[in-house]
């Protein structure tokens, strides 16, 4: 039997190929692809009996099957070989979203790592509880951008010990502080008629982005 390998999907593998030789020659398969005419005109039928999945089913001289051959008492010499299955991990891209808060401001609620838009059905339902909750992973508070400081909660072999069926990227996001609103300190005006005294107009108002702030 042949070996195949396969990129994990969800589904079910077979490699139906055999190749059979008598006396050192290929015979050629009917159209079937599992039945031979051998020479001597019996024919050996072959019938599959593995298929792979998961990449736990990987292994080496795991393509088995059976045969039937025509008056197999006639023929002291067969001998089987068996091809390797393989089933790799498919690989998976946990992209964390950029996201900003003002300065001063408690940090927002950060948005989950997102999966790939162009999931196949079988990999929505395999994953459609995975837990890509993130985090910042700096405590700085100062105005100014910080780079890949967003990411999961889980790292990449978490999840592959978790879903052993594929291999995962984190792709950390970025975070910014941005600078406060604008703040506006405005003094009062006043007008008063001589009296030969000092006068001061102690009346202040304060804005922070516009909006007026009360004094103590």
Request: no cysteine; aromatic share 10%; charged share 30%.
């Amino acid at each position: 039997s042949e070996s195949n390998t396969w990129t994990y999907d969800g589904e079910e593998h077979t490699e139906e190929t055999y190749t059979v030789t008598y006396g050192g020659e290929e015979i050629e398969p009917e159209d079937d692809g599992v039945t031979f005419k051998l020479p001597t005109g019996d024919k050996i039928v072959v019938t599959p009996t593995a298929s792979v999945k998961d990449v736990a089913d990987t292994d080496t001289e795991n393509n088995t099957f059976t045969y039937t051959l025509e008056n197999d008492d006639q023929y002291d010499d067969v001998t089987t070989v068996y091809g390797d299955l393989a089933v790799t991990p498919a690989p998976i891209v946990i992209t964390v979203p950029d996201n900003s808060k003002e300065y001063g401001t408690d940090d927002p609620t950060f948005e989950d790592g997102e999966l790939p838009d162009d999931l196949s059905d079988n990999f929505k339902t395999e994953l459609k509880d995975i837990d890509t909750k993130a985090y910042r992973t700096n405590d700085d508070e100062e105005v100014g951008e910080y780079d890949e400081v967003l990411t999961t909660k889980k790292t990449a072999k978490d999840y592959e010990e978790e879903y052993p069926n594929f291999t995962f990227t984190v792709v950390p996001g970025n975070f910014e502080i941005t600078s406060p609103k604008a703040i506006v300190i405005t003094s009062g005006s006043n007008t008063w008629t001589y009296d030969g005294e000092e006068h001061t107009e102690e009346t202040y108002t304060v804005t922070y982005g516009g909006e007026e702030i009360k004094p103590e």
